[in-house]
């Protein structure tokens, strides 16, 4: 208990006095898990929306491998990346083990299966709605896709932030990937498994504060865009 | 008027439809030619929307032949329908981005689809509605939306799936004028209901559907007043008092 009061004054503190160091940190943390999610988003919705409309062979194998891809460990997928980039591996020339980039890499990763597949979810019964009516109308399949996308958007907006809660609790790839190398790869999570691992709990359980402050912010601010959107375009 | 050839008169020749390996269409010939409106009558599973979706492409048959003025069915034939279903199925966005919606695959120049999209607005008192999200609307507003967004496409036959099963008798009222001036201007009507009263105040001709056959073929002054056969008469003899 005592910890806890310590850390509660800790993260009022880290928060209140705009800690730089602690700014770096959350600045990388949302940078790295943000661009992550718009790398995800780009790819992940569009293939979310080609399974859910389109039939083709290999169509159920795929659904089937992305709905199994989302429980994959995050200690697992930075060993894979890692494997990628490091100096022997295949993608080593690049020379991006250890960059937020490389993080950015081991978090779309992760992220990826759960944007698909969630995606596809929400957007098969949307088309399973609106089949007939897109054939009665004579659309392409690139109109249908972009058809789906624009009418599941506010569903599409949740799928988004249950892979950005992903990608920010996220430590075990960023770790791997990124070394938690002070002002270059440090994010909240590995500066927490730090701090811990000196024996600083309070600091740590501090830094754990700021983080779900953090999640819970950007939860916040995007449902409240979302229901503003709503109101206005159509819901 | 749309290009291309007229797709009127419509040839059926024992078309066959099986729906999980359940036959739902058994021998069905009829014609459709002409104008006015002819109403699809029969119970509940007569198939009577297997039917509509089969014209209309949505089902492919098993066997037998349409022919739509000489023609097999293709997307030229489908570009000259337009089908109103049993729910409005509108999108989330205004009325007239509906109508947009449904004109944007016909690649019209502009100006034709601002002519298109002025009349129609005005034609169904939607002008006030346009700009409106179309999902907030009354039920009947809805179908109302979707029917313009059907004729919107300027079909030369329309196809209508129990178009007011879900309306109240106020919003059904509403919907059977349009129905009926549409009829007028010379679209031809092909109407699918089970609401006898309905078939009686808007067919020209009824096609009654039963058990996944056509029963009977007749214009309608005929039909309800000499049905030939036993089923059509225990179909028009048990409709509900009104």
Known sequence: MDELTTAFVGAAALILGADPALLEIVALSLLVSLSAVTIAALLGLPLGAVLAALRFPGRRVMIVAVNALMGLPPVVVGLFIYLLLSNSGPLGALGLLYTPSAMVIAQTVLVMPIVVALAHELLSSLHEEYDELFRSLGLRPAAVLATLLWEGRFGLVTVLLAGFGRAIAEVGAVMIVGGNIAHLTRVMTTAIALETAKGEIAQALALGLVLLVLAFTVNLLVALFRQAAMRLAYG | MALGQPILPLEVRDLMVEIGGRRVLDRVSLTIAGQGTTVVLGPNGAGKSVLLRTLHGLVKPVAGEMRWNGRPFGPDVLSRQALVFQRPLLLRRSVVGNLVFALRPRGLARGERQRRLAAILARFALEALADRPARGLSGGEQQRVALARALVLEPELLLLDEPTASLDPAATLVIEDLLRRTAAEG????????????????????????????????????????????????????????
Do not use: K, N, W
Request: some cysteine; overall charge neutral.
């Open chain 2, 187 to 242: 679209t031809h009507l092909l109407l699918v209901t089970h609401d006898v009263a309905q078939a009686r105040r808007l067919a020209d001709r009824v096609i009654f559907l039963h058990g996944g056959r056509v029963l009977e073929e007749a214009p309608a002054s005929v039909f309800f007043t000499r049905p030939a056969t036993r089923e059509a008469f225990l179909c028009l003899a048990g409709e509900l008092p009104t």
